[in-house]
């Protein structure tokens, strides 16, 4: 009797090993778990807390044309936009919207590159109760370059109160 749940114990072991193996090799994993992710480096093109875009918005622009319509769109005053070389970079604009007072701004936490996309990690920051804010529209913005990728990019959120 022994043996035969010996036997019984060696045949499961034996599916459990080869079924992992196969998972493995057949790269049924998702791929987060496959390759670990790395941090992109990017570059800040211009960020302020003016510009005429109203609405909470992320913009993912791929050529100049997109690029001198966006910049026409976020200053109509005709600023000239800075120079990109779209063969080498994409740019990501990212819009907190119209916000009621000063205080308010929008920063990148971190962008991460995984196999089959990139995360973009958005810090809005807005002032806390005790901070001394001016009674003005304001519109905080971010532009930025990374290196050029056909991988979808995934925008994630988060709100900090600013301690004052």
Known sequence: MADKEILIYGVFVSIGIIFTVSIFFLGILPNHIQKSPKSISFEKVNDGFENAIKEQQTRIITSENEWGDLWI???????????????????????????????????????????????????????????????????????????????????FRKEEKQNC
Do not use: H, W
């Open 73 to 155: 769109e976020m200053f109509p005053d005709g600023i000239a936009a800075p120079e990109i070389n779209f063969n080498e970079k994409r740019l990501i604009a990212v819009f907190q919207g119209r916000k009621p007072t000063s205080g308010y701004s929008i920063n990148i936490e971190s962008i991460i590159e995984y196999e089959d996309y990139i995360e973009v990690k958005i810090v809005e920051v807005y002032p806390g109760l005790n901070c001394i804010v001016t009674q003005e529209l304001t519109s905080p913005y971010t532009t930025l370059s990374i290196k050029k990728s056909q991988k979808e990019i995934r925008f």
